[in-house]
């Protein structure tokens, strides 16, 4: 892909994947022209966008050679939240802190990726899915180690060591499905448990924004299904998800994603889901198969892409479809 002239002090060395060209376009125009774009000195890694009065997008590039990552911000009468965080690349506490003035915090994860947990170790504490938690709990300093060569140079974007704040244990908590965070007065969030990118997957309901942030399991590049395996990283957990996010349409306007394209209309979530059950019906319906480049560098996968109606693909493997042990339609 041909450089983005992005704001942040970091530049990309390569890529993994070869990125969706009207994704790419979208973050081209957001990143080169977008008005409300700033950088703050506390943190040049993170170029930051307000899309509503209460709501910020904090763009990070991601370490490896996979895509560029979004965490969010909401602000609420009493307290802020933080959703997911990114890949820990220079001081994001420092910088919210000065978004926010000093609110107090609730910081969340979509799931554990090293592309949405890694700065995770900057905030106190976290809350995640409850299955998610001990996965949390095996992050140390080496989570950052696969980006360097045996040099200590970074393999797919350069960058700073030193501008990646030490590592340090926090607190964990992990909450249940349908669990809500009240950020003061009315304003409540609620956790969804989803699956489908990954075992742990969830998605966050902002009741009063009426936003669904969606981590990977919505996205304009590819979406991608059953990675890391588990009981419920596939298209058949998935769908009971989407099945319950459709019937709650009216709760939410608009969706923010971990991943490029954002602030989608909510009825993209009709044409996840058909094309969803579609594969589900049907696993042999797909439109193309790919071996993908792995973005860490390791063996590339072979996946099934279908084409979700004016979106992107939904991508899955064989044993993505299916829930594990369970009798198949
Ligand atoms: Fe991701």
């Not at 809500?180 to 489908?196: K, M, P, S």
Request: charged letters at 20%; aromatic letters at 14%; hydrophobic letters at 35%.
């Amino acid at each position: 892909m041909w450089p983005i002239n992005g704001a942040s002090k970091a530049k990309r060395i390569k890529w993994g994947a070869v990125q969706n060209q009207i994704s790419w376009v979208y973050m081209k125009m957001l990143r080169e022209g977008n008005k409300t774009l700033k950088v703050y000195d506390v943190n040049p890694y993170v170029e930051v966008y307000r899309f509503y009065d209460n709501l910020y997008g904090l763009f990070n590039q991601n370490l490896d050679g996979a895509g560029d990552v979004w965490m969010w911000l909401v602000i609420g009468p009493k307290k802020a939240m933080v959703i997911d965080t990114a890949c820990g690349l220079g001081d994001l506490k420092g910088l919210v802190d000065e978004i926010t003035e000093n609110m107090p915090l609730v910081v969340v994860n979509t799931h554990g990726h090293s592309d949405h947990a890694r700065g995770n170790s900057q905030f106190g504490t976290v809350y995640c899915y409850e299955t998610l938690l001990p996965k949390l709990k095996e992050q140390d300093e080496h989570i950052w180690d696969k980006y360097f060569d045996e040099k200590g140079n970074p393999l797919w974007l350069e960058f700073d060591r030193n501008d990646i704040p030490p590592f340090k244990k926090y607190e964990i908590v992990g909450v249940p499905d349908g669990y809500v965070f009240n950020l003061g007065g009315d304003y409540d969030v609620e956790l969804i448990f989803t699956g489908g990118h990954t075992n742990e997957h969830v998605m966050f309901l902002d009741k009063k924004g009426r936003f669904l942030f969606a981590g990977d399991n919505v996205c304009s590049d590819v979406t991608g299904c059953g990675n890391g395996g588990g009981k419920y990283a596939n298209l058949s957990t998935f769908s009971k998800a989407l099945t319950k996010l459709v019937e709650r349409i009216n709760e939410y306007d608009y969706i923010f994603p971990g991943h490029f394209m954002v602030n989608l209309e909510n009825h993209l979530m009709f044409s996840l889901l058909e094309t969803v059950n579609a594969v589900i019906n049907d696993p042999n319906c797909y439109d193309y198969k790919i071996t993908h480049i792995s973005g860490g560098g390791g063996p590339g996968r072979v996946r099934m892409h279908k084409f979700i109606r004016g979106f992107s693909t939904i991508a899955y493997t064989e044993s993505g479809v299916y829930v594990p042990d369970e009798p198949t339609i």
